[in-house]
């Protein structure tokens, strides 16, 4: 079964930090760029951050600019979202998806694959 599962998501105060883990089953990363996505109460799924096949972060949203980070580990098969100094806007659903093409982000409907999400509440 070819699925991505993400991990790592829960409460955080604000200031603080979180990794979040996107590991694929059935297929392999390294053939495709991932993005990673939110969606917070009330709004429209955005795209955040994506990395390309060659590991380049190609996109940052405004918001997570100087804060987030991505990265992936092809030999583990898993793609990464490193947040720091999260704060309450931050609170959403982190999903990552898989798009066959080496750029990305790209449009929505051009990731083939999509996590179940996980959910990251920043809170006090």
């Known amino acids: 079964q070819l699925q991505l599962v993400e991990s790592g998501g829960g409460l955080v105060q604000p200031g603080g930090s979180l990794r979040l883990s996107c590991a694929a089953s059935?297929?392999?990363?390294?053939?495709?760029?991932i993005g990673w996505f939110r969606q917070a109460p009330g709004k429209e799924r955005e795209v955040i951050l994506c990395?390309?096949?060659?590991?380049?972060?190609?996109y940052y949203a405004a918001s997570v600019k100087g804060r987030f980070t991505i990265s992936r580990d092809n030999a583990k098969n898993t793609v990464y979202l490193q947040m720091n100094s999260l704060n309450a806007d931050d609170t959403a659903d982190y999903y990552c998806?898989?798009?066959?093409?080496?750029?990305?982000?790209?449009?929505?409907?051009?990731?083939?694959?999509w996590g179940q999400g996980t959910q990251v509440t920043v809170s006090s």
């Open positions: 998806a898989a798009r066959r093409s080496w750029a990305c982000p790209g449009p929505m409907g051009e990731y083939g694959y």
């Open positions: 990395i390309n096949m060659s590991g380049a972060t190609t």
């Open positions: 059935g297929f392999t990363l390294d053939s495709y760029a």
